[in-house]
């Protein structure tokens, strides 16, 4: 890390980014910043709008409104929504991964890693010219860039495996190479889409430590999207809530998991027994362990939530991901309003009932 | 009685009654599938009235053989396969023992004997026996060769597949020598031999390394990037045009128009894919589709230019890098220089190694790209292109070089075309050369040069074949004209690869880099690849 950068210099703003699909307003109005050098967690129910930040942050969409600010550290400052696609990683150096694994499955974890390294050795190669006929500078960057590829696999536990083709890994494995090839391409902010879905316990804190040790001595700065709790609190520094695409809260992990709004949107409030669960709010392990062990009504469908439908969904079109915020379905909102307005009348809690499929606490509404 | 058993549940059909089963249930099929197609002939009589013939007999005989047929695989195929496979995995000689009991010595030497003999009485033959016994012989002396040469391969097999490339390369450069060196003692003087030879260098070696070269320019294309093109014979056309052209009206040498030409297809290339690689999967192959036809059209439709249907004739043969030329009439013709015996033959085997060396350079660069970062790209782009964006990786940049490549091999592989045709036309330039060519990368199996290059040779070289088998106008007739039948068996012989090898003769990819070993990827994890 350039020890000469302030380390709670913020690397990534995001200000006031809206994201809507047609009438549909996945993102409204959002505002965060993720600071250098510290882990940043994006947390929310299902169909909180997440990956749709992603996939403006990464320039998979363009934004409706809004700005997104990259701040190298070298200086150079970078409007993400102005920039094309594939120059987010190229020149702002922001890479990620995706939520279902989007590894090239029929070559090797080695060349996989290789193609991480594209615009490096492209230049190197005199753009292609040059290598065709065997110039010793494009040899020179290739061996490099293997010894990089190398680098990496062993971080991630994986160079035993690198001549086998990708999608023989499994998969944990995969999860780790694609943070490994994100990671070949020198980025300085890494964005990671639910790496820890579908991981076991084991495999999980080993992620955990790949990635305490990426943010150790990389010096590249992350921003996650994750919904197992013991990932998120152990090693984030700070953690932003959305939820129907608005943030409701934004600090360290202590504070979310304490604050009643977050509490809300994962559990709801109709339910009469997580109204006596609210009235205990002092109780910091209602989220963890509510999100660790996820009953049918509440926590998130195991297939849902880990491996939530092809990413075509999200990335490939627009229409895909759909938030419809049904009249008073924010659960969030629904804490504020109560709290403003202290006891509540049954009359109230009579038009809160009815609930559309989609106003359930969590899961099953992507 | 609460339980009753079924006795006839039990019993097991033996294979035999289980073969005479599906014989009828083959026959009848068989019959309502042809009665209506063999069982009826609509024609003409004299005073042009429509009249239908009945060939009740020539249904009859193919019911009937379905019918045979299917009883025989039934009842003694089938099982001798199961036991087979029993035998194999009892003995571990997997792939070998049906194999080593085909290919025995005896046998050998008596094809090896049969093959000599027939080939030294060749021309005495048919006084002794007749020609129409003389025809079976000789599909007899082919058929001898063939399982010569298919048990040196299988008893060579192990040498072979390690050393696949540099001997396939070597037979390709000794090929030419090798046919005029055959013919030449068949008929005891160099110039019959060189003669007879015209046909095998040029029908056979030429047509088949065009192929190949085309399937490989294309396989940069379907193969690598994994963009379906299905008008890949466009931009063959426009290096065909462009040497024909340039070189009628202003004289050019080969040797200056063939880059050119490939230049041009590669501007094509890039032209059109501009517009047209957004689009992705079943959109892009209908657009290259379009593009494939509109060449064509345009070729036919702007005759001021291109002469329309009838074509550019005259085109200047290639002459050997402007310091002798193949035309009697000139001053430096090769017989003249080398003081050797005229011959049209040396025009041939010219272009034979001229075609050999555009097809190796080809399958050179195609290697070198690999390994390079822009051929990685491409592999990567077919595997996933979103991943690709999240990479860094532009695109759109990637999708144009892979269609400018694969463009500028079409069109060298076009002028080289024109130049050994002397003749252009839009006729050469339809739609079903696209598919052809494409099919050749479908059954060699996308992305393997090896593969490629095998199955162009089945392909081309044995629709060739068929105008061999003149023994079969004994069959059915003089009027029976196997050529005629060569895109049934071109189908025929794709349904059977494709069930039996769905990803091409060689479904497996080649690692470009490797940290230990270079283990081949096995094809169940490569992708098509989706625009």
Same mark, same amino acid.
Request: hydrophobic fraction near 50%; glycine fraction near 10%; include cysteine.
């Given at each position: ?14 200000? #006031? ?68 696609? #594939? ?91 694609? =943070? ?44 996650? =999207? ?10 984030? +520094? ?31 409030? +109709? ?13 910091? +392990?209602? =989220? ?9 009504? #509440? ?17 490939? #079109? ?49 | ?24 249930? $083959? ?90 003999? /027939? ?13 129409? $016994?003389?025809? %079976? ?43 005029? $060196?055959?013919?030449? /003692? ?45 008008? %890949? ?7 065909? %045009? ?47 589709? $379009? ?146 060519? /494409? ?45 005629? %039948? ?46």
């Amino acid at each position: 890390m350039n020890a000469s950068v302030p380390m709670n210099d913020a690397i990534l703003q995001v200000e #006031h980014l809206s994201m809507k699909f047609g009438g549909l307003v996945a993102i409204g109005d959002l505002s965060f910043t993720a600071k250098r050098g510290e882990i940043t967690a994006l947390i929310g129910p299902n169909g909180a709008g997440k990956t749709t930040v992603f996939n403006c942050i990464t320039g998979f969409y363009k934004p409706s409104e809004g700005m997104i600010t990259l701040n190298r550290s070298n200086g150079s400052r970078f409007l993400l929504e102005r920039l094309p696609n #594939h120059e987010i990683p190229a020149r702002a150096k922001v890479a990620r991964t995706f939520q279902n694994i989007r590894l090239f499955s029929g070559m090797t974890l080695l060349e996989n890693l290789l193609v991480a390294q594209h615009n490096k050795l492209m230049k190197a190669s005199g753009y292609t010219i040059l290598g065709l006929f065997g110039f010793s500078g494009y040899r020179k960057a290739s061996a490099e860039s293997v010894e990089l590829a190398k680098h990496w696999l062993e971080k991630a536990d994986l160079v035993d495996r690198a001549d086998d083709p990708a999608g023989d890994l499994p998969y944990g494995a995969q999860r780790r190479l694609e =943070i490994a090839r994100a990671m070949c391409t020198g980025p300085e902010l890494l964005c990671l889409d639910e790496p820890a879905a579908g991981l076991n316990p084991k495999e999980s804190a080993a992620l955990n430590t790949l990635l305490i040790d990426i943010k150790e001595t990389s010096g590249a700065s992350i921003l996650l =999207i994750e919904h197992d709790m013991s990932v998120v609190m152990q090693i984030s +520094d700070h953690v932003v809530v959305l939820e129907y695409g608005r943030k409701i809260s934004d600090g360290s992990p202590q504070s979310v998991r304490t604050d009643p709004r977050v509490i809300a949107a994962y559990l709801g409030v +109709d339910d009469e027994e997580v109204e006596t669960v609210l009235t205990e709010v002092g109780d910091e +392990d209602v =989220i963890e362990q509510l999100d660790i062990g996820p009953d049918s009504a #509440h926590g998130p469908g195991a297939s849902s939530s880990f491996m939530a439908g092809p990413v075509s969904d999200t990335v490939g #079109h627009s229409t895909g991901e759909r938030i419809t915020v049904a009249k008073g379905a924010s659960k969030a909102e629904q804490v504020d309003a109560k709290s403003s307005t202290a006891p509540r009348k049954p009359s109230e809690r009579a038009t809160a009932k009815p609930k559309t499929p989609t106003a359930k606490p969590r899961g099953g509404s992507k | 009685m609460a339980v009753t058993v079924n006795p006839e549940r039990d019993v097991v059909a033996t294979p035999m009654q289980r073969a005479l089963r599906e014989a009828l249930y $083959a026959g009848a099929i068989s019959l309502g599938l042809f009665v209506l197609f063999i069982g009826l002939k609509t024609g003409q009589n004299i005073s042009n009235e429509l009249v239908l013939t009945t060939r009740w007999g020539l249904l009859v005989a193919v019911v009937v053989a379905t019918a045979i047929g299917r009883f025989l695989y039934v009842a003694y195929g089938q099982p001798f396969l199961a036991n087979q496979k029993i035998a194999d995995v009892a003995t571990g000689l997997l792939p070998a023992s049906a194999a080593s009991r085909f290919f025995q010595l005896p046998a050998f030497i008596v094809a090896v004997v049969l093959v000599v003999l /027939l080939f030294a009485l060749n021309n005495s033959l048919a006084g002794w026996v007749g020609p129409g $016994a003389a025809g %079976y012989l000789q599909f007899l002396r082919a058929l001898s060769v063939i399982y010569v040469l298919a048990c040196v391969i299988y008893y060579f097999r192990g040498f072979i597949h390690a050393n696949f490339t540099k001997l396939g390369i070597a037979a390709l450069i000794l090929y030419p020598i090798l046919v005029v $060196a055959v013919l030449s /003692l068949m008929s005891w003087s160099i110039v019959g031999g060189l003669q007879g030879s015209l046909k095998w260098v040029d029908n056979y070696g030429i047509q088949i390394l065009i192929y190949v070269m085309l399937a490989w320019g294309l396989n940069i294309v379907v193969g690598l990037a994994g963009l379906l093109d299905l008008g %890949y014979v466009a931009f063959y056309a426009v290096g065909a %045009y462009a040497y024909a052209l340039l070189g009628t009206q202003y004289g050019l040498s080969f040797w200056i128009l063939l880059p050119a030409a490939g230049a041009m297809a590669a501007f094509w290339g890039v032209l059109l894919g501009f517009p047209v690689l957004r689009l992705r999967g079943d959109y892009l192959a209908i657009v290259t589709l $379009a593009f494939g036809e509109i060449i064509r059209l345009v070729l036919i439709n702007w005759r001021e230019v291109t002469n329309g249907s009838a074509g550019i004739s005259g085109i200047p043969k290639v002459t050997f890098f402007g310091l002798m030329t193949f035309n009697v009439s000139d001053p430096n013709y090769i017989a003249k220089v080398l003081h050797i015996a005229q011959s049209s033959a040396y025009y041939k085997i010219f272009l034979y190694y001229l075609i050999l060396a555009l097809a190796l350079l080809t399958a050179f660069v195609t290697i070198r790209l690999r390994r390079m970062p822009v051929g990685r790209a491409w592999e990567a782009l077919r595997e996933d292109e979103i991943a690709c964006r999240s990479l860094g990786i532009n695109t759109t940049t990637t999708k144009l070089t892979a269609f400018a490549t694969g463009a500028m091999f079409g069109g060298f592989a076009g002028s080289f075309f024109a130049a050994r045709q002397g003749f252009v036309s839009p006729e050469s330039f339809i739609f079903l050369e696209s598919a052809i060519i /494409l099919a050749i990368v479908v059954l060699g199996g996308m992305g393997s040069l090896v593969g490629i290059a095998v199955a162009a040779m089945v392909m081309i070289g044995g629709t060739e074949v068929l105008r061999e088998l003149d023994f079969l106008k004994q069959v059915f007739g003089p009027d029976f004209t196997p050529e005629l %039948y060569r895109m049934l068996l071109f189908g025929m012989a794709m349904v059977i690869v494709m069930l039996w090898k769905p990803r091409g003769f060689v479904g497996t990819r080649e690692p470009t880099a490797f940290l230990k070993e270079r283990k081949a990827v096995s094809s169940s994890f490569t992708k098509e690849g989706h625009g």
